[in-house]
């Protein structure tokens, strides 16, 4: 199921499909969801791309979604390049594209403040006391939810929200590949 194609991109987004239009999942099994469909949760890689899902956010009145962003912080991410993770160990999953580190802001990414009053992405539920104690391993891009526009902030990847697919080249090649088919 295609909702919009953008550049040559095909985007699913959950609130405009009647099955999951209320529906708000946690970081993998949205994933899972837009796999199922050949697909990836949107790795937001260009800021036309960005500013694309901006404003499906804002069109939608969404309050959050899920994109396919993820800390590096299990086995393997001890790599001197990752380190700090916060800053340096970000990357699109569904794409596997390495972000530019968290300390170089750009219009309409990491914002500026959170939950704690601090630029993102803080880590904030994994040591303010509230309970959680979970890592925020996950970006999700949230609609003026600290008064501070469109945004990215890293999230404990349990929450529940929305999310926005993409088509995934990679998934395509691997079914193509099982099934002896041409994707020309």
Same mark, same amino acid.
């Given at each position: 199921i295609v909702h919009e194609t953008q550049n040559g *991109?095909?985007?699913f987004f959950s609130w405009l499909h009647p099955q999951t239009r209320n529906l708000q999942v946690d970081w993998l099994d949205a994933r899972n969801i837009c796999r199922r469909h050949c697909m990836d949760l949107v790795s937001l890689e260009s800021p036309q791309e960005n500013v694309y899902i901006q404003n499906k956010i804002r069109d939608g009145n969404q309050p959050y979604i899920w994109t396919s962003g993820r800390k590096c912080d299990f086995q393997g991410c001890d790599? +001197? #390049?990752?380190? +700090?993770?916060? =800053? @340096?160990?970000w990357f699109w999953s569904g794409s596997g594209v390495k972000m530019f580190p968290s300390n170089q802001r750009f219009p309409g990414t990491w914002s500026h403040t959170g939950g704690g009053n601090r630029p993102q992405p803080d880590n904030r539920e994994s040591s303010d006391g509230s309970g959680f104690g979970e890592e925020e391993s996950c970006l999700a891009v949230l609609n @003026? %939810?600290?008064r501070d526009g =469109? /945004?990215?902030? #890293? /999230?404990? $990847? &349990?929450?529940?929200? +929305? %999310? /926005? $697919?993409?088509? &995934? #080249?990679?998934?395509? *090649?691997y079914v193509a &590949? *099982?099934?002896r088919v041409s994707l020309d």
């Amino acid at each position: 199921i295609v909702h919009e194609t953008q550049n040559g *991109r095909k985007y699913f987004f959950s609130w405009l499909h009647p099955q999951t239009r209320n529906l708000q999942v946690d970081w993998l099994d949205a994933r899972n969801i837009c796999r199922r469909h050949c697909m990836d949760l949107v790795s937001l890689e260009s800021p036309q791309e960005n500013v694309y899902i901006q404003n499906k956010i804002r069109d939608g009145n969404q309050p959050y979604i899920w994109t396919s962003g993820r800390k590096c912080d299990f086995q393997g991410c001890d790599r +001197p #390049d990752l380190q +700090p993770t916060i =800053i @340096n160990g970000w990357f699109w999953s569904g794409s596997g594209v390495k972000m530019f580190p968290s300390n170089q802001r750009f219009p309409g990414t990491w914002s500026h403040t959170g939950g704690g009053n601090r630029p993102q992405p803080d880590n904030r539920e994994s040591s303010d006391g509230s309970g959680f104690g979970e890592e925020e391993s996950c970006l999700a891009v949230l609609n @003026n %939810f600290y008064r501070d526009g =469109i /945004v990215w902030h #890293d /999230v404990g $990847c &349990s929450h529940k929200k +929305p %999310f /926005v $697919c993409e088509d &995934s #080249d990679e998934l395509k *090649r691997y079914v193509a &590949s *099982r099934a002896r088919v041409s994707l020309d």
